[in-house]
């Protein structure tokens, strides 16, 4: 199976849309405190097929990342942190495989693998994602401290709804 | 074929890795302002650095050239110090209205279309975007972008670069821009047909733009050319400034420049 399935493209195309009509319009931190970013799209690469080519899925982390940006008015910010994300997700998935190595067919889910491996799988991703695209914001190593702080309380408030939305819709795939 | 594939399908995910984070830093750089301006500061901060140090062993070289351009700069300043004393009811307007810093040049490029000139100044010394260059006798180009020591500047041979020029003996007015085909050659348009322009008039500065001070020389008319179909005048100008051997210049800065660029603003 080397295609895109497509309930993997369905779910990029609404997660990508909840995204930038309804994530991105919130602020929890208020304006005088926007440290807090809800970046929480970047679930649909982690939840695409194990099998799936590293290839497809840089180009797939890619062409996401330009869809969101279009919305975010930000040109490569989004879709470099996510291909980041993607080439790093081989790796994660290696880091983490269970003793009987992955089949075929698996998706990266709770329910083939459990909460605990999804919680891992996820926030080590998510992490690199966020660090990966407040770095690339700042664009420079001055701001390091402002990196990190961002870093670190947007990966709380975007972790949790991941967390929800798996313990919730509890997706087979 | 099919091996191809394989083996891209395979192996090719960490090339594919880099074309694509390649290309985001890309568009970052290129259509995000503030990384935009964080790239040109650090980059300007790099080779700044290293075109001063070349430029200090070139200028070892250039030291007597240098050393007869400044004697022959002094001779002329003290020429007008003492027509000056002479005729006292005679102000200097130019040195009242603007403030004037001496550089030097630092990197000169000539052989491209879009040359530019780094600057061994910056913001720590005054110096500011789309402040005037003049040479010891002539135009040489506006500052495009300052760092805290260094500026770069366009080239008066840059062919994006337009400045207001006039015929100083019939005061028609027009624009000089740079054809890209010599470095010692210039192009005049919007004189309308009907003025009398003769080859050997002087070209200077206008004091429409608010970048130079009135009245600076430019170069000489070297040859007027009539295009058929069109209702001006295509005039080459000689550049009195030699571009290829710059060294010391002096950035200008209209001391009411805000003023007048506010003032202008509002009649939009």
């Not at chain 2, 694509?20 to 990384?35: D, G, K, P, R, T």
């Not at chain 2, 027509?83 to 030097?104: G, P």
């Not at chain 2, 028609?172 to 003025?195: C, E, N, Q």
């Given at each position: 199976m080397k295609r895109l399935p497509l309930k993997n493209i369905i779910r990029i195309i609404v997660a990508g849309l909840l995204q930038v009509l309804v994530f991105k319009q919130i602020q929890l931190g208020g304006a005088d405190f926007n440290y807090f970013h809800l970046l929480v799209y970047p679930v649909v690469i982690m939840l695409l097929p194990i099998n799936l080519p590293s290839v497809i899925v840089l180009l797939v982390s890619f062409v996401t990342g330009l869809g969101v940006d279009a919305f975010y008015d930000t040109p490569g910010l989004h879709a470099g942190a996510l291909v980041m994300m993607g080439f790093s997700r081989p790796a994660v998935l290696r880091f983490l495989a269970p003793d009987s190595g992955y089949t075929k067919t698996m998706h990266p889910v709770a329910n083939n693998f459990g909460l605990l491996w999804y919680i891992q799988y996820t926030s080590i991703l998510l992490f690199i994602f966020l660090l990966t695209?407040?770095?690339?914001?700042?664009?420079?190593?001055?701001?390091?401290?402002?990196?990190?702080?961002?870093?670190?309380l947007s990966f709380i408030a975007s972790f949790v709804i991941i967390l929800l939305h798996q313990i919730i819709m509890n997706p087979k795939s | 074929m099919q091996n191809l594939l394989q083996f891209i399908l395979r192996y090719g995910s960490f090339f594919t890795f880099l074309i694509?984070?390649?290309?985001?830093?890309?568009?970052?750089?290129?259509?995000?302002?503030?990384?935009r301006e964080i790239y040109l500061y650090s980059s300007q901060l790099t080779t700044g650095k290293i075109y001063d140090s070349f430029n200090e062993i070139q200028s070892y070289a250039h030291l007597r050239e240098v050393n007869d351009s400044l004697a022959g700069e002094n001779a002329k300043l003290k020429a007008q110090l003492l027509?000056?004393?002479?005729?006292?009811?005679?102000?200097?307007?130019?040195?009242?209205?603007?403030?004037?810093?001496?550089?030097?040049v630092i990197n000169n490029s000539i052989l491209g279309r879009n040359n530019m000139i780094t600057l061994d100044k910056g913001l720590d010394h005054n110096l500011e975007k789309s402040m005037g260059i003049i040479g010891p006798s002539g135009i040489v180009g506006i500052v495009k972008r300052c760092g805290k020591n260094y500026s770069t500047a366009y080239s008066i041979l840059n062919t994006d670069l337009r400045i207001s020029a006039r015929i100083s003996r019939t005061n028609?007015?027009?624009?000089?821009?740079?054809?890209?085909?010599?470095?010692?050659?210039?192009?005049?348009?919007?004189?309308?047909?009907?003025?009398d322009v003769r080859i050997g008039d002087t070209v200077t500065t206008t004091s429409f733009s608010n970048i130079f001070p009135a009245d600076i020389p430019i170069g000489v008319v070297e040859n007027v050319d009539q295009k058929p179909g069109r209702a001006d005048f295509s005039i080459d100008v000689k550049l009195i400034n030699d571009m290829s051997n710059l060294s010391f210049v002096y950035a200008v800065k209209?001391?009411?420049?805000?003023?007048?660029?506010?003032?202008?603003?509002?009649?939009?």
């Open positions: 695209y407040f770095s690339l914001e700042a664009f420079t190593p001055v701001y390091i401290s402002s990196i990190l702080i961002k870093t670190f | 694509l984070e390649a290309i985001c830093i890309f568009m970052l750089v290129n259509y995000n302002e503030s990384q027509s000056l004393k002479k005729d006292s009811t005679v102000t200097d307007t130019f040195e009242a209205d603007f403030d004037i810093i001496a550089c030097e028609y007015f027009g624009t000089l821009s740079w054809p890209a085909k010599d470095i010692k050659t210039m192009v005049l348009r919007a004189i309308p047909k009907h003025a209209k001391k009411d420049k805000a003023d007048r660029e506010s003032i202008e603003a509002n009649n939009e």
